[in-house]
Nanobody, 124 residues
Framework: QVQLVESGGGLVQAGGSLRLSCAASGRTFSSYNMGWFRQASGKEREFVGVITRSGGNTDYADSVKGRFIISRDNAKGMVYLQMNSLKPEDTAVYYC?????????????????WGRGTQVTVSS
């Protein structure tokens, strides 16, 4: 099991940038693929992106591809979500999650451990 804490959310104007961080505790952090998800008010939680254990591969939802970048620092137990060219429709609570599988999965049901989320609000 790994404990996750997100930070870095806030209010930003459309076109701006934010970097979210996810701090993980636990010795086996590098054994997990790490995903980012988001949930807008009144909507279901949706996949944003995923990064493999080594950080060598990433995958993104079409809605954020080319604007968001996921990275990780296993030595520090950190995962990051760099969000650029933000749009009002990116407004949501953002969550990081850990998946013990070696597969890059996009369904939230496969992720074992979750943070509490951080709010991102993009004003128009």
């Amino acid at each position: 099991q790994v404990q996750l804490v997100e930070s870095g959310g806030g209010l930003v104007q459309a076109g701006g940038s934010l970097r979210l961080s996810c701090a993980a505790s636990g010795r086996t952090f590098s054994s997990y693929n790490m995903g980012w998800f988001r949930q807008a008010s009144g909507k279901e939680r949706e996949f944003v992106g995923v990064i493999t254990r080594s950080g060598g591969n990433t995958d993104y939802a079409d809605s954020v591809k080319g604007r968001f970048i996921i990275s990780r620092d296993n030595a520090k137990g950190m995962v990051y979500l760099q969000m650029n060219s933000l749009k009002p429709e990116d407004t949501a609570v953002y969550y990081c999650a850990a998946d013990r599988s070696a597969f890059m999965r996009i369904r939230s049901v496969f992720y074992n451990d979750w943070g509490r989320g951080t709010q991102v609000t993009v004003s128009s």
